[in-house]
């Protein structure tokens, strides 16, 4: 594909960043956000559209400000498995940090619909180059999510579903808007890899428990602590790699401003 939200009309207007949605934006040095303001582009994320295709080169990137990302990865079979989710909190492209020049996954919008905040790998390329800052927030990022993935493997391997489950929601619950999560059962199964009927085995055991209400199409979350008991230590290690290595640093630095509170 051309690149993220490719088709769609951006504004033309840099963002200031005290209104940007984004955290790791906001978490940057005010003379850094100058570095990249001039090449950032708000675009809609609509629920469903495809971001990256594997094996496609790395053209642009993106700053979710509201909305959910998957990456996903596509076996030779055609299986499609979650590894991983963003929003707000982190960004879309960074294989790219790492020195590949392709996506190694698909990137899909996922729940509900956001914006994002696009810049060219060019412009981010030279952005790096003129700030080490602005390249050290990415990659301490980037290491989190790495944990989280991480945790996806060894919950894959140990886990019941109902756990597994639980978790993926307490993924969802931080990213979106409310406690209304849009998804269907083709997308539980992509996150789970299991059979239909383990997930509605699962989903039954933790509405009988008070955490989800199931709908058609929906689920909301009732109690977010029941959840947690169920998520149990699939859940928690990745979201404190985060604070720690990029809140924290942000804030021991004097970097942080007020709306990239967590």
């Known amino acids: 594909m051309a690149g993220i939200a490719s088709g769609l009309v951006p504004s033309a207007e840099a963002p200031l960043q005290k209104k940007v949605g984004n955290r790791l934006l906001q978490l940057l040095a005010p003379e ?58 982190g960004f879309v492209g960074w294989p790219l940090l790492l020195g590949n020049d392709r996506w190694p996954h698909e990137a899909v919008v996922r729940a509900e619909r956001g914006t994002a905040l696009r810049i060219a790998a060019a412009d981010l390329r030279d952005a790096m180059a003129a700030s080490e800052r602005i390249r050290t927030v990415l990659l301490r990022y980037t290491s989190s999510l790495t944990a989280q993935m991480t945790r996806t493997i060894v919950s894959n391997l140990i886990h019941p579903v109902e756990r597994r489950t639980a978790r993926w929601f307490l993924l969802y619950h931080d990213r979106v808007s409310g406690d209304e999560i849009v998804i269907t059962h083709e997308e539980l199964g992509v996150m789970l890899g299991v059979r239909r009927e383990s997930i509605t085995q699962a989903l039954h055991l933790l509405e009988g428990e008070g955490a989800l209400k199931g709908f058609r199409g929906r689920l909301m979350v009732r109690d977010r602590q029941v959840l947690e008991r169920f998520a149990g230590e699939t859940y928690g290690f990745a979201e404190a790699e985060y604070a720690r290595l990029v809140v924290g640093d942000a804030s021991d630095a004097g970097e942080r401003s007020d709306a990239a509170a967590i």
């Not at 850094?32 to 303001?37: E, G, H, I, S, T």
């Not at 950032?40 to 400000?65: K, S």
Request: glycine fraction near 12%.
């Open 32 to 89: 850094d956000f100058r570095l990249l303001a001039p090449g950032l582009q708000q675009v809609p994320l609509e629920p469903g559209a495809v971001l990256a295709r594997a094996g496609d080169p790395i053209e642009d990137l993106c700053f979710p400000e509201a909305g959910v990302i998957g990456f996903v990865d596509v076996l030779d079979s055609g299986q499609r498995l979650a590894v991983a989710l963003t929003g707000k909190e």
